[in-house]
């Protein structure tokens, strides 16, 4: 089997109420989220949760809706000193505050750690999961060829079903394909953790609050994102963090003004990137700068005033 962790499904609120109270035994806990479009605009339909047990508990958020927040305990959870283990907390946090008014507490993005430890500033764009994870399996020799070999068959045959959309999700009962899917990844989450921190305490501890602290800040920012920005799919894609204290600001670029703005070969965000101090990346419609509060809001206005410039007219000889 592809799915090496015990998967229990929780869809009564008895089970629910039962499984967190055992959550709030753990430190830590990894957290992943299956859904609808999730977002903002759309549904919340799985959110699995795995300590150091190995159990990967399956909240089934479609069947259970709020209750299992209110009731069931979960918003309690989700807002509590239990660190929370992430792959990327954006969407799922995005989803959490605006449909189920829950907002995480504690949070520790294995994305941010990945960017911070092992990205150099000229790399412009975030690591998905799927290379982490494998680059994970592969370097901590965690399963056996075969057992890593099965992972991506399950991957696949699952991504093959959403190529006619994720509304999979909503069907009840679960096959028993979607519950190892659902498991197969937060299993490795707090193992990917411990892996990559540092082996002296000190040090690990200190990453660790770097960490949760610009993780913390990440899905705040993003939250707060209008629609128009948060739901844009290419821009998630941009590095949004390089530095622990690091902001970040997303500016909208007319179609009509992205060439100026670029310039030929890039030579203008270079210039705006060195004269600001901030990392400046243009993706479709979207810029996203990010750095100190001071370099950001140096280049925010250099990129305005870029946008803002009337465009050159050659004038008939």
Same mark, same amino acid.
């Given at each position: 089997?592809a799915?090496?962790?015990?998967?229990?499904?929780v869809?009564?609120?008895?089970?629910?109420?039962?499984a967190?109270?055992?959550?709030?035994?753990?430190?830590?806990?990894?957290?992943?989220i299956e859904?609808?479009?999730?977002? #903002?605009?759309?549904?919340?339909?799985?959110?699995?949760?795995?300590?150091r047990?190995?159990?990967?508990?399956?909240?089934?958020?479609?069947?259970?809706?709020?209750?299992?927040?209110?009731?069931?305990?979960?918003?309690?959870?989700?807002?509590?000193?239990?660190?929370?283990?992430f792959?990327?907390? #954006?969407?799922?946090?995005?989803?959490?505050?605006?449909?189920?008014?829950?907002d995480v507490?504690?949070?520790?993005d294995?994305?941010?750690?990945r960017?911070?430890?092992?990205?150099?500033?000229?790399?412009?764009?975030?690591?998905?999961?799927k290379?982490?994870?494998?680059?994970?399996?592969?370097?901590?020799?965690?399963?056996?060829?075969d057992?890593?070999?099965?992972v991506?068959?399950?991957?696949?045959?699952v991504?093959?079903?959403f190529?006619t959309?994720?509304e999979?999700?909503?069907e009840?009962?679960?096959?028993?394909?979607?519950?190892?899917?659902? *498991?197969v990844?937060?299993?490795?989450?707090?193992?990917?953790?411990?892996?990559?921190?540092?082996e002296d305490?000190?040090?690990a501890?200190q990453l660790?609050?770097?960490?949760?602290?610009?993780?913390d800040?990440r899905?705040?920012?993003?939250v707060?994102?209008?629609p128009e920005?948060?739901?844009?799919?290419?821009?998630?894609? =941009? #590095?949004d963090?390089?530095?622990?204290?690091?902001?970040?600001?997303?500016?909208?670029?007319?179609?009509?003004?992205?060439?100026?703005?670029i310039?030929?070969?890039?030579?203008? =965000?270079q210039a705006?990137?060195a004269?600001s101090?901030?990392?400046?990346?243009?993706?479709?419609?979207?810029?996203?700068?990010?750095?100190?509060?001071?370099n950001?809001? *140096? *280049?925010?206005?250099?990129?305005?005033a870029?946008?803002?410039?009337?465009?050159?007219?050659?004038?008939?000889?």
């Amino acid at each position: 089997m592809a799915s090496l962790a015990t998967a229990v499904l929780v869809d009564t609120l008895q089970q629910c109420q039962d499984a967190v109270a055992q959550l709030f035994q753990e430190a830590e806990v990894a957290i992943d989220i299956e859904g609808v479009d999730l977002s #903002r605009a759309g549904e919340v339909c799985l959110i699995q949760a795995c300590g150091r047990s190995g159990t990967v508990f399956l909240f089934d958020i479609h069947t259970l809706k709020d209750e299992a927040f209110e009731l069931g305990g979960l918003k309690a959870f989700l807002e509590s000193d239990v660190i929370k283990v992430f792959y990327d907390v #954006r969407a799922d946090c995005d989803a959490l505050h605006h449909l189920h008014r829950a907002d995480v507490r504690a949070s520790f993005d294995l994305q941010v750690l990945r960017a911070l430890k092992f990205q150099d500033a000229t790399d412009l764009y975030l690591h998905g999961l799927k290379r982490v994870l494998a680059e994970f399996l592969q370097e901590s020799g965690r399963l056996t060829e075969d057992q890593v070999q099965g992972v991506e068959a399950l991957k696949e045959q699952v991504h093959e079903l959403f190529e006619t959309g994720t509304e999979i999700w909503r069907e009840r009962p679960l096959s028993p394909l979607l519950i190892q899917y659902a *498991a197969v990844d937060v299993q490795f989450l707090l193992g990917m953790k411990r892996f990559w921190l540092p082996e002296d305490p000190m040090a690990a501890r200190q990453l660790q609050d770097d960490v949760m602290r610009a993780s913390d800040r990440r899905w705040r920012r993003f939250v707060a994102l209008p629609p128009e920005y948060a739901l844009h799919q290419s821009s998630k894609r =941009i #590095r949004d963090v390089y530095e622990a204290d690091d902001t970040s600001h997303v500016l909208h670029v007319p179609t009509t003004r992205a060439g100026a703005l670029i310039g030929k070969k890039g030579a203008n =965000i270079q210039a705006i990137r060195a004269t600001s101090g901030a990392q400046v990346c243009v993706r479709d419609d979207v810029a996203m700068v990010v750095g100190r509060p001071e370099n950001v809001e *140096a *280049a925010v206005q250099l990129i305005l005033a870029k946008i803002a410039e009337r465009p050159e007219r050659h004038m008939a000889r």
